[in-house]
């Protein structure tokens, strides 16, 4: 797991550590000092600690004008012990939703397990997002990890969504190709 690095080519455009209003400014990151683990595993040290211990993320863009975020995330995602989406909507999506942002996309390609709980924190998300004409995707949850998560029915609150080749995307073009998909399914 150490050699997982959270994805490093739209740094030109955005580095949350240098913008004021992430939650992440002001960090600085070590590339040779391994301090951070899920479980007994040691993880990239770019990854950044938002209050879980068993899942990080790290945010590659937040366009305040268009109002939509970019985060991605590894570990497992685990609601039943940690309660990760209380954290993860108290510490990181409150923040961004003060600031404008509607439209989140949640690369969850590297969460290798999720353990479910309750829905109330995904209720009280969808509700806020749909207040605002906003939304949140799940972009690229392997299978085995979304078979809890959709057996929980949280896909009504969070949308799952594949597109293997994500990063190929800038980060506004790969929002307008989820936010026109999303668009096509609201139509029908």
């Known amino acids: 797991m150490h050699d997982i690095e959270p994805f490093y080519n739209w740094r030109h455009i955005y580095i949350s550590e ?18 951070q683990t899920i479980y007994n595993y040691y993880i990239h040290p770019q990854w950044d600690d938002f209050g879980s211990k068993t899942l990080y993320i790290k945010v590659l863009m937040a366009d305040y004008t268009e109002g939509y975020a970019i985060l991605e995330m ?56 749909t207040d605002e004409n906003g939304w949140a995707v799940v972009l690229n949850m392997p299978v085995q990890t979304q078979q ?3 057996k929980m029915k949280l896909n009504r609150y969070l949308e799952l969504m594949e597109i293997k080749d994500w990063r190929v995307y800038k980060p506004f073009h790969l929002f307008k190709k989820i936010d026109q998909e999303l668009s096509k399914r609201l139509e029908f």
């Open 18 to 35: 240098e913008d004021v209003q992430s939650p992440f400014y002001g960090c600085e990151y070590s590339e040779f000092e391994f301090s």
């Open 148 to 150: 809890e998560y959709v």
């Open 74 to 129: 590894i570990g497992e995602w685990n609601d039943a012990i940690e309660n990760d989406i209380m954290i993860l909507k108290r510490e990181i999506i409150d923040l961004f939703q003060n600031r404008g942002i509607r439209k989140f996309i949640l690369i969850a390609e590297n969460v290798l397990n999720f353990h479910g709980s309750d829905r109330e924190y995904y209720e009280e998300w969808y509700e806020e997002m």
